[in-house]
């Protein structure tokens, strides 16, 4: 006969039911987790369609000003700000969605306020906020800007930056240009043992300098007392930076217009707009331009000769040419100089003025490359030009022989070679030369966090 043993079984019993307790007490906790976490990611996955909704409509507003069309947008009563409101947006998680945007200052330096609006089944409202700060995009900030790499070669290439507006009578020398690109590759920026007063800047790729480059600004200057006493080698680590980050929108020539054949004898231009299949002047040839002029050019673009020149009247001539081909300048020719300017000895830092005592402006000459990758801008021998190169799709050579070629202005293009003897001088002025098209970029980008941020926004848009 089998014996049983009761205390066994109740202690048994017992754990079954501490187990079975505990394990209620995990299934309840995590389902209470479940459900936090579930509430959690339903409130965030909220917060994200807000979110996408108040970028969409800053997305809106700057496409609305860089493509001049706010002819949907409403006028503020006081005139001080534009505004928009849109609905009606495909959300399964929302009862109705909307956009709010005001845009302040469309016509000067314009701040946009966005707001992204979920109405949920229950009533509740999910919003975000966005303030967002644009500028005007600038043509050419820098100097020399390239989006693939530049390179500088020979060991005689001296590059600083000038004041077109002093009224120093001895000369400007200013060390707010930069040598720039926007590549991740090594030798992203390769001076060789050239001279760089002023800044040298890539996208994360790294710099080769060779044994007797020097990089150096103002500061350096005073501390050895002139540039000339600044030691080979020398590179100030402040000047030399990877984080630079550039947008280069595309261009497009303007339609229609005077249509002149070729360009081949000496011609002046008076003010309008002109196309033409080609230029090219050698030897005594000149194009002047006397008035405010706009070229389209078909085709390619040359000056060779002693004498050859595209001279503009520094009184009353602008110039702005965009070139579908290829430019060369060659031999002597040169381009926007006036013949009273004594080009800058190689090896000297700064410009001087001319004898007339007023220096070289190169916004007087904007040239845009509107060409693909197979454009090519190219100046040699002892070739001098004023003016900014605006071709980002180009690659651009700068070659220096006998005494030395010189450009003064600034360039962006997808690649930059200098070599020889070579002198670069930026104009500090062109950092107020903007695209004359509506062309922002942000300058900041904030979502109001606080809630009496948030309020005073709310309150803003209510009000319209």
Known sequence: ???????????????????????????????????????????????????????????????????????????????????????????????????????????GDPTITARGVLTLPDGRIMDKILRIELVPRQVAPNGLTAKDTITFSGGNVGFDAYDSQSTDIIGSVEDEGTVATTSIVNDAANISNSDVMGGVATGGGTVNMGPNARVFDAGDVNDYGSPALI??????????????????????????????????????????????????????????????VTLVVKGDVKVSGSSAAININQSTGKLKMYIDGNMAVAGNGIVNVAGTYNPTPNGTFGVTPSTTGAYPKPESLIIYGTGDSSQSFSYSGNAALAGVIYAPNAAVSLNGGGSGGELLGAIVANTIKVTGNYGFHYDIQLKNLFFEEDSYRMESWNELTTEADKTKYRNEFAAL
């Open 231 to 292: 030691p080979s080698g020398y590179v100030n680590p402040e000047l030399v930076t990877n984080d630079f980050r550039a947008d280069f929108p595309a261009i497009d020539a303007p339609s229609g217009g005077t249509f002149i054949p070729v360009i081949s004898s000496n011609t002046t231009l008076s003010s309008g707009t002109y196309i033409v299949d080609s230029i090219t002047l050698t030897g005594s040839k000149r194009l002047n331009i006397d008035g405010d």
């Open 1 to 107: 006969m089998r014996r049983t043993f009761p205390e066994r079984r109740g202690s048994a019993l017992m754990l079954a039911v501490i187990l079975s307790a505990i394990v209620a007490v995990i299934s309840a906790s995590y389902l209470k987790m479940a459900t936090h976490e579930s509430k959690f990611s339903y409130t965030s996955f909220l917060r994200n369609g807000a979110l996408n909704l108040a970028e969409a409509g800053a997305e809106e507003a700057i496409w609305a000003l860089n493509n001049d069309d706010i002819s949907s947008w409403a006028t503020s009563a006081s005139g001080d700000f534009i505004y928009k409101k849109a609905v009606g947006f495909d959300y399964d998680q929302a009862k109705s969605t909307s956009i709010q945007m005001i845009i302040e200052d469309p016509t």
